[in-house]
């Protein structure tokens, strides 16, 4: 590895990855074993950092002509192209190209699957409220150590048509009365365990709220172990609010992802939870 490059290993797949200027450049060896396989997990470790870390920044994948290297052809006018079964189009500079010269780029589906759904609104079930709520879960969290994951994970929710009240995001502007019937208004209450989320006095207050109220408890906990608020599990139990440790009990924390390829599974599932809550 050096400052601007690296020599990397996806199982058989070997791949050069090489910074110049505004570019990241992916090269694969030859002989390979699924290169598009590997180009696809690492698009998807990608787009889950962007999301996570800057989710402005503008970005578009190109594809390098293997005929011809100083070509290159945008993803989405390829993946047109290949739609409309055309045999040629034009590249980034209008140079003509052969669609099939870049069949093994799709030997393994489409490169940006993964990211389908991620930043447009996509309904991902009818999940109708009662009268008396107005939201399908109430995320409860330390700010300084999970408060990104929440904004990503209610954006996330959102955009399958979830209603979502994010606790601690307007911290300060909202009474305790006021963060206590947001509670009362969502068909269940997530908990998002970190490293010192027992220490907040808000998040234990909302806790106690859910639980008098006799709210559905869902848990997430931070997974990643370079995360500021990461513990080990036993932690949560050790800390947790004598009134409050049966909640693990007879409830799977899900760990959270932020890896695309994981993410995906990651929100069906906890969609599913809060819909059967």
């Known amino acids: 590895m050096a400052g601007n490059k690296a020599i990397l290993r996806f199982g058989l797949s070997v791949f050069a990855l090489e910074q110049i200027g505004d570019k990241i450049w992916f090269r694969v060896k030859r002989d390979s074993s699924k290169p598009a396989s590997a180009l696809k997990m690492l698009l998807s470790m990608f787009q889950g950092a962007r999301e996570a870390l800057y989710p402005d920044l503008p970005w578009e994948l190109l594809f390098q002509s293997p005929t011809d290297a100083s070509v290159l052809v945008a993803h989405d006018d390829l993946k047109e192209a290949r739609a409309s079964e055309v045999k040629s189009f034009e590249s980034v500079d209008a ?66 048509g979830l209603k979502v009240w994010v606790g601690q995001r307007t911290k300060g502007n909202l009474s ?40 559905s408890i869902l848990l997430v906990h ?56």
């Not at 008396?132 to 150590?145: I, K, P």
């Open 222 to 277: 931070e997974s990643d172990l370079n995360r500021v608020g990461f513990a080990n599990f036993s932690k949560y139990i050790k800390t947790a609010p004598k009134t409050a440790k049966h909640i693990f009990d007879a409830r799977e924390s899900m760990p959270f992802q932020r890896r695309l390829y994981l993410a995906e599974p990651f929100y069906d599932e906890l969609i599913r939870r809060i819909d059967s809550s």
């Open 95 to 160: 140079t003509r190209v052969k669609v099939a010269d870049f069949a093994q780029f799709f030997e393994d589906g489409s490169l940006l699957e993964d990211i389908h759904n991620t930043t447009g609104i996509d309904v991902f079930a009818d999940m109708p409220l009662n009268s008396r709520l107005q939201n399908h879960v109430f995320l409860s969290h330390e700010q300084y150590e999970a408060g990104d994951a929440c904004d990503l994970m209610a954006e996330k929710l959102k955009n399958r």
């Open 176 to 215: 305790t009365n006021e963060m206590k019937a947001g509670i009362l208004a969502s068909k269940c209450y997530l908990l998002f365990l970190t490293k010192t989320v027992f220490s907040s006095k808000a998040v234990c207050m909302e806790l106690a709220t859910a639980l008098e109220a006799d709210k």
